[in-house]
Nanobody
Framework: QVQLVESGGGLVQPGGSLRLSCVTS????????MTWYRQAPGKERELVAR????????NYSDSVKGRFTISRDNAKNTMYLQMNNLRPEDTAVYFC???????????WGQGTQVTVSS
């Protein structure tokens, strides 16, 4: 059974830091492209950061570039998002996503709430 479980969300003050984790099971993690998405109330779900399979190449949205760092540990089947210098506009539910090739599938976690407020 495929599982993606996010953790690490919470309440943090502007300028603070938070580290999200996505622990996965049930598929070949090393062969999957992994992505963090987020969705704020009333807004569309948006891509935050992506890390590709094999190459480890990363992509970031312009709004988080320079502040967030995506990484993965294939030995632990886990993806991370280090979030620094957080802003109120970063407040959202953050979702873990996996895309595999064989078979071609997409999997989602349940999300973890990040709230940035003073």
């Amino acid at each position: 059974q495929v599982q993606l479980v996010e953790s690490g969300g919470g309440l943090v003050q502007p300028g603070g830091s938070l580290r999200l984790s996505c622990v996965t099971s049930g598929f070949t993690f090393s062969g999957a492209t992994m992505t963090w998405y987020r969705q704020a109330p009333g807004k569309e779900r948006e891509l935050v950061a992506r890390i590709f399979r094999v190459t480890g190449t990363t992509n970031y949205s312009d709004s988080v570039k320079g502040r967030f760092t995506i990484s993965r540990d294939n030995a632990k089947n886990t993806m991370y998002l280090q979030m620094n210098n957080l802003r109120p506009e970063d407040t959202a539910v953050y979702f873990c996503n996996a895309q595999t090739l064989s078979p071609s599938s997409t999997y989602w976690g349940q999300g973890t709430q990040v709230t940035v407020s003073s």
